[in-house]
């Protein structure tokens, strides 16, 4: 059964003073407290910004004001809306890089990262993928290990974020099919069957790796780049 469209927003999170105090003011009060937990200044900037943008997200969506919409968390801190649970979001950002998935009546999660140099890029593959993955991994010529180990990293990590359990799931656990990334050879139990989850790799630019995870086929993917 395929969803709805599924729209992506992404850009980069300025953190500068220029629209701070719009993103702070739509803001409630759990996130104003939060914000002002981060004593390092680009820090709480950062956090202002991407909230309030992903408020604005979620209020051009519904059409309602953005200080209206209220955004509640489920048992393992996933965020929710409470007036309008059919309606899914998740965010990520990865140094100054954004992106926020929006679909309807599916579960899903979004991952970013920067394609960084790792020291010890084999540990956490032992760690983080399964007998499958790090099989095919092992066999990359040395040039491709560092993007593909990101790759992965980000469909596991969307995946997680869609279930709403986060990584105490184990990422070990949740095995891409390396022959086919845009499918799961083997989930955890708890989270239906694999062939009900999908991946899409998003390309947003050189050096970043990013991928959306639900459990429906994607009718639709729309990408909206965020106004400077």
Not at 19 to 39: C, G
Not at 95 to 117: H, P, S, T, Y
Request: glycine share 6%; proline share 4%; hydrophobic share 40%.
């Amino acid at each position: 059964m395929k969803s709805e469209i599924l729209v992506i927003w992404h850009g980069k999170a300025t953190a500068d003073d220029a629209h701070y105090q719009a993103y702070w003011r739509v803001l409630d009060e759990a996130e104003q407290t939060q914000a002002r937990k981060f004593k390092n200044a680009p820090l709480h900037k950062r956090y202002v910004e991407v909230h309030g943008r992903l408020r604005n997200v979620l209020a051009k969506t519904l059409n309602q004001p953005p200080e209206n919409i209220r955004i509640k968390k489920a048992e393992h801190g996933k965020p929710y809306l409470a007036d309008y649970p059919e309606l899914v979001f998740n965010l990520s950002h990865s140094a100054d890089r954004l992106m926020i998935g929006v679909g309807w009546n599916c579960q899903l999660g979004v991952d970013i990262e920067f394609c960084k140099q790792r020291i010890n890029l084999s540990g956490l593959v032992g760690k983080c993928f399964a007998e499958e993955e790090a099989a095919y991994w092992a066999k990359l010529p040395e040039t491709q290990k560092n993007r593909e180990f990101y790759r992965f990293w980000t469909r596991k990590e969307a995946f997680v974020k869609a279930t709403g359990h986060g990584i105490a799931l184990g990422l070990n656990h949740c095995v891409i099919n390396p022959e086919n990334p845009t499918e799961f050879i083997r989930v955890p139990d708890l989270c239906g069957e694999a062939s009900a989850w999908h991946v899409l790799d998003i390309d947003l630019g050189e050096g970043i790796c990013s991928a959306l995870v639900a459990d429906k086929e994607f009718a639709s993917v729309r990408l909206m780049e965020f106004a400077e």
